[in-house]
T-cell receptor
Framework: DTEVTQTPKHLVMGMTNKKSLKCEQHMGHRAMYWYKQKAKKPPELMFVYSYEKLSINESVPSRFSPECPNSSLLNLHLHALQPEDSALYLC??????????FGSGTQLSVL | AQSVTQLDSHVSVSEGTPVLLRCNYSSSYSPSLFWYVQHPNKGLQLLLKYTSAATLVKGINGFEAEFKKSETSFHLTKPSAHMSDAAEYFCVVSEGDSWGKLQFGAGTQVVVTP
């Protein structure tokens, strides 16, 4: 299994909603990542978990809250988002210091 | 500090003709370099990776890239374009002392015409 699975594929939420994005991998990778990608732009790193501990936080607003329940799962909790947060959210995983495997992403629209 | 510049934001080729995507990098250390491809509404897929073992790197789907330290370049090529190669391509650099932080280029949109 060489896949990173993200759910849901699409999400529409209001600014007062609370929702979660989920990511799962079964490749035994010990690093997992969240990226944000706006249309026609490269991905921007948000968070990195290494061995289930948050190792990089790129000064992301607190309305985004990551969680790594175990080595195979990564969540991104969303609360009180703004319309400018609408984007494709990509999860990735890797062995430490190795190439990244990306999921297909969650297309998020904030109304 | 590391940075990467993709010299073309848009490349249009005819099916069956060669593809060249240009990438220059700046790095204080011996970098790892990658090319990723992203098809519409999809995640990124790794095409190939350079880590100093060989300057000519072969990847998937017939792509290859040559690392030229003197020119700080890592250009991506394919001898014969296929319609399925139409996508966005990203050149990416990673330095050994900043693991987890990849620097993405701005991307090159490839259009393949019949």
């Amino acid at each position: 299994d060489t896949e990173v699975t993200q759910t849901p594929k699409h999400l529409v939420m209001g600014m007062t909603n609370k929702k979660s994005l989920k990511c799962e991998q079964h490749m035994g990778h010990r690093a997992m990542y969240w990226y944000k990608q706006k249309a026609k732009k490269p991905p921007e790193l948000m968070f990195v978990y290494s061995y289930e501990k948050l190792s990089i936080n790129e000064s992301v607003p607190s309305r985004f809250s990551p969680e790594c329940p175990n080595s195979s799962l990564l969540n991104l909790h969303l609360h009180a988002l703004q319309p400018e947060d609408s984007a494709l959210y990509l999860c990735a995983s890797s062995q430490v210091d190795e190439k990244l495997f990306f999921g297909s992403g969650t297309q998020l629209s904030v109304l | 500090a590391q940075s990467v510049t993709q010299l073309d934001s848009h490349v249009s080729v005819s099916e069956g003709t060669p593809v060249l995507l240009r990438c220059n990098y700046s790095s204080s250390y011996s970098p790892s370099l990658f090319w990723y491809v992203q098809h519409p509404n999809k995640g990124l897929q790794l095409l190939l990776k350079y880590t100093s073992a060989a300057t000519l790197v072969k990847g998937i789907n017939g792509f290859e890239a040559e690392f030229k330290k003197s020119e700080t370049s890592f250009h991506l090529t394919k001898p014969s374009a296929h319609m399925s190669d139409a996508a966005e391509y990203f050149c990416v650099v990673s330095e050994g002392d900043s693991w987890g932080k990849l620097q993405f280029g701005a991307g090159t949109q490839v259009v393949v015409t019949p």
